[in-house]
């Protein structure tokens, strides 16, 4: 059984989709054992304690730099014995040193059709530019700002009466059926990488 922990700054609809993934099977031979927040109001943290999984919070305003907030959490990850970081809504850049300690074991989603539209906000971004189509992806995380190599990606379309609200409800629902998806085939072994390629091979 491998052990996830899930990273979340916000809301926690995607830790929710795979917390209700975990529960019904759809992820197989995983579970969430870990719920890390930078963000003590986190919504996130509720859901978690819901489920019964535990929790802890990483404040960033108690470390001097992202080396020492990044070692702390590597760290703590380790003596948890977790194998794969999940980041759902967790705002911040990972160093060089977090990446290197799981090594093609971090995965991150975006909500648009990257390498279109990287940061904090890219619903507003794809919204603002005019876009006809956007949509998410789901990444291994590298060293980059949303760089990594896509896991799986999908497109929507923009409609003219398209709001932040209309759009990013849309993008939720398109989050929250591929992130489970993305996580089952990683824990699964089904993903190889061959460069920038991630080859998905689900016979
Ligand atoms: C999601 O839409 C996710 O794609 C986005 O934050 C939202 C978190 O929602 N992540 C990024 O923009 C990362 N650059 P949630 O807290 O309800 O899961």
């Known amino acids: 059984m491998k052990k996830i922990a899930v990273l ?9 989709a795979i917390l209700d993934a975990v529960e019904s099977g759809a992820i197989t031979g995983a579970a969430v054992t870990l719920v890390i927040s930078d ?5 996130a943290l509720k859901r978690a304690a819901a489920s019964n999984v535990p ?12 080396e020492e907030y990044d070692g702390a959490l590597v ?7 977790i194998d794969l970081v999940v980041l759902a809504g967790f705002m911040r850049l990972l160093t060089p040193y977090f990446v290197a300690a799981y090594p093609r074991q971090i995965m991150n989603i975006h909500p648009s059709l990257l390498p279109a539209f990287p940061g904090a906000h890219g619903v507003a971004d794809a919204l603002a530019y005019g876009v006809k189509v956007t949509g998410c992806t789901i990444h291994f995380v590298d060293e980059g700002m949303d760089t ?4 799986l990606q999908e ?7 398209d709001t932040m609200e209309s759009l990013q409800q849309r993008i939720h629902e398109l989050e929250h059926r591929l992130y489970p998806q993305a996580i ?3 824990v ?3 993903i190889k990488l061959e460069g920038r390629r991630c080859l998905i091979n689900d016979n």
């Open 55 to 66: 929790t802890k919070c990483f404040l960033p305003a108690e470390y001097s730099t992202r």
């Open 39 to 43: 963000k003590l109001d986190a919504f």
């Open 75 to 81: 760290t703590y990850l380790q003596a948890m014995q």
């Open 184 to 186: 089952d085939l990683c």
């Open 188 to 190: 699964r072994g089904k």
């Open 8 to 16: 979340a700054s916000g809301n926690g609809s995607n830790l929710q």
């Open 155 to 161: 497109a929507l379309t923009i409609n003219d009466h």
């Open 148 to 151: 990594g190599p896509i896991i």
